[in-house]
């Protein structure tokens, strides 16, 4: 690799020069257009300088036109502050050149507003519009700078229509595990900037159904459950502070589960308590069995089991719901 120099580099040809940030591209296209104009004898509406962003185009235009003016300056004054002008113009060193190129900066300077200094997206338009029936597009179309606001348009109608008429279970589950607008926003950009992506099976949907059934027999166990927890509580709380159970899972830690099922029971919004179920399980009868301590008996109470099918039905539920999920992503990329 060569050690670069914008004024020795070749003006004809292809070449690729890798630079790091800070290091002086911008410095260095005002040298090289410069260079054009005078080595080239080129007009600035035949040089091309695409760089990226509207506010790059806009700092690069003021930049190359105060270089020319700069340059333009010294063959007016025959002085200058900018040494590497001073070294481009020390190739022409008599007078009859000077004035030549004066001359031609000065041109320059007053056309600049014709200059070819785009964006890579503005370029492309120009060339479409310039160029339409050619390449046989639309006269008036036009090209979307920033498509952010598509993104968010498409994410937000598919939320709409996927996401606004279902169940409010999978809604809190879809939350739990992080399925919002904002996720969806960030895969379909994933997506879009590897277009060559494709996905290898179709999801299907689970059983609607088979879905909806076990939707009904969580609401029916929620509604069971909060009608003992009226009735029963003291004789359910007294079980669970019983010395038959581990002093570490249970002892302490009952008024905060008695608080936890007041919550659960008064929200019903099971699925969004992520960090919670697992505390909640131990309303179960198994758990409340694997807990038991030697030579005692396991307490027992209805309560416990009807938590036992509630979490049998929740285990089943979350199959489907990851499923529908699956559905739902294979659907928005499709």
Request: one cysteine or more; hydrophobic letters at 40%.
């Amino acid at each position: 690799m060569n050690p670069f120099n914008p004024l020795e580099v070749p003006l004809t040809g292809i070449n690729l020069i890798e630079a790091a940030a800070g290091t002086g591209k911008t410095f260095t296209v005002e040298v090289i257009y410069l260079r054009l104009l005078i080595e080239a004898q080129l007009n600035v509406e035949n040089i091309l300088v695409v760089t990226y962003t509207v506010a790059a185009t806009e700092e690069l235009r003021e930049r190359i036109r105060n270089r020319i003016k700069k340059a333009a300056d010294a063959l007016n004054t025959q002085e200058g502050e900018d040494p590497f002008i001073e070294a481009l113009l020390k190739k022409y060193p008599h007078p009859e050149e000077r004035l030549k190129i004066y001359e031609y900066l000065k041109s320059a300077l007053w056309g600049f507003d014709e200059a070819a200094i785009y964006t890579i997206h503005g370029f492309c338009q120009r060339m479409l519009k310039d160029y339409a029936f050619e390449c046989g597009y639309p006269f008036d179309m036009s090209l979307i700078p920033d498509e952010e606001f598509l993104k968010e348009e498409i994410v937000h109608d598919f939320w709409r229509k996927h996401m606004y008429k279902t169940y409010p279970e999978f809604i809190d589950y879809a939350t739990s595990v992080k399925f919002t607008p904002t996720s969806l926003k960030v895969l379909y950009s994933k997506i879009s900037n590897h277009p060559r992506l494709k996905i290898l099976s179709e999801p299907s949907p689970p059983d609607k159904n088979s879905l909806e059934g076990k939707i009904a027999t969580y609401r029916m166990l929620v509604r069971n459950i909060k009608d003992l927890w009226q009735t029963e509580k003291d004789e359910v709380v007294s079980l669970l502070k019983s010395p038959a159970l581990d002093g570490r899972s249970y002892g302490k830690a009952v008024p905060g589960l008695t608080d936890l099922m007041d919550y659960f029971l008064e929200s019903e919004a099971f699925f969004l308590l992520t960090g919670e179920k697992d505390s909640l399980q131990k309303f179960s009868q198994k758990h409340i069995n694997d807990k038991v301590r030697k030579r005692y008996r396991a307490p027992e109470h209805p309560f416990f089991n009807l938590f036992d099918k509630l979490w049998e039905t929740v285990t089943l539920l979350k199959a489907d719901f990851d499923q529908y999920l699956r559905f739902l992503k294979g659907t928005f990329l499709a």
